[in-house]
């Protein structure tokens, strides 16, 4: 792992700091009816040396967790538009009052839908530009470095992850994307064209403080060169669990 923050200890992912007793960092990953990708967010998370907490739709808490991802799929089928029905899930009205409260939180595409829906994150994702579902490897920019969900990236770093959606145009009015730009809260970007038509070019946002983050692409896919492109994406998980950790 780099910097050497995060190791395994008899068996037990276990995210270790100097000086200190060896601390797990524990991060819930939401399971709603439809999720498809919270098997691969929680392994993920275990090779980042966390903890993976299962949170289910009906909870009607966190259960003590230090960090949530909210994962992709088609929550509650989106059958209204995605993620607005998933944002009324009791486990949402534990988490939108965490989230402003502090707790990190990353939403990974359906996920940064529900992010949007719930008023964690500004602006709205409609259908891909041609309207046709997007699958995908796909490079992205870091924009914004230092949160707790990108502190293991660079500024300016590019990377290659995973795009499969069929509803990533991320798009908000004129005064909202100045906001965003001047803000800072560009969380990343496309850099080889741009595969929806997502305003600015933008494949992730972050709330003013960044603990809050919505990523369209996904990173899950991309933390093993054996089963994606590579292990480019690992880095968001890593960057909180030792966030977590030096707290």
Same mark, same amino acid.
């Given at each position: 792992?780099?910097?050497?923050?995060?190791?395994?200890?008899?068996?037990?992912?276990?995210?270790?700091?100097?000086?200190?007793?060896?601390?797990?960092?524990?991060?819930?990953?939401?399971?709603?009816?439809?999720?498809?990708?919270?098997?691969?967010?929680?392994?993920?998370?275990?090779?980042?040396?966390?903890?993976?907490?299962?949170?289910?739709?009906?909870?009607?808490?966190?259960?003590?967790?230090?960090?949530?991802?909210?994962?992709?799929?088609?929550?509650?089928?989106?059958?209204?538009?995605?993620?607005?029905? %998933?944002?009324?899930?009791?486990?949402?009205?534990?988490?939108?009052?965490? %989230?402003?409260?502090?707790?990190?939180?990353?939403?990974?595409?359906?996920?940064?839908?529900?992010?949007?829906?719930?008023?964690?994150?500004?602006?709205?994702?409609?259908?891909?530009?041609?309207?046709?579902?997007?699958?995908?490897?796909?490079?992205?920019?870091?924009?914004?470095?230092?949160?707790?969900?990108?502190?293991?990236?660079?500024?300016?770093?590019?990377?290659?992850?995973?795009?499969?959606?069929?509803?990533?145009?991320?798009?908000?009015?004129?005064?909202?994307?100045?906001?965003?730009?001047?803000?800072?809260?560009?969380?990343?970007?496309?850099?080889?064209?741009?595969?929806?038509?997502?305003?600015?070019?933008?494949?992730?946002?972050?709330?003013?403080?960044?603990?809050?983050?919505?990523?369209?692409?996904?990173?899950?896919?991309?933390?093993?060169?054996?089963?994606?492109?590579?292990?480019?994406?690992?880095?968001?998980?890593?960057?909180?669990?030792? %966030?977590?950790?030096?707290?």
């Amino acid at each position: 792992m780099a910097g050497g923050a995060v190791c395994f200890d008899t068996g037990e992912p276990v995210a270790c700091v100097r000086g200190r007793t060896p601390v797990t960092a524990r991060i819930g990953v939401v399971t709603f009816p439809g999720s498809l990708d919270d098997r691969d967010a929680a392994r993920a998370v275990r090779r980042a040396g966390a903890r993976a907490i299962p949170l289910w739709h009906d909870d009607r808490g966190l259960h003590g967790v230090d960090a949530v991802i909210l994962p992709g799929g088609f929550s509650y089928g989106d059958y209204l538009r995605c993620g607005a029905i %998933a944002r009324f899930a009791p486990v949402m009205a534990a988490l939108v009052p965490a %989230a402003r409260a502090g707790l990190p939180v990353l939403g990974i595409c359906n996920g940064f839908q529900i992010l949007c829906e719930a008023h964690l994150l500004p602006g709205a994702l409609t259908h891909n530009t041609g309207l046709r579902f997007i699958d995908r490897e796909v490079r992205v920019r870091i924009e914004r470095d230092g949160t707790p969900w990108t502190g293991d990236y660079e500024r300016g770093q590019e990377i290659t992850v995973v795009l499969k959606s069929g509803q990533g145009h991320y798009l908000a009015d004129a005064a909202t994307l100045a906001d965003l730009e001047s803000g800072g809260q560009v969380l990343a970007r496309y850099t080889i064209g741009n595969p929806n038509g997502s305003a600015h070019d933008i494949a992730g946002v972050t709330n003013r403080a960044g603990n809050v983050a919505g990523l369209m692409p996904h990173p899950e896919h991309a933390i093993d060169p054996l089963t994606g492109p590579g292990s480019d994406g690992l880095a968001f998980f890593t960057s909180v669990a030792r %966030a977590l950790v030096a707290r």
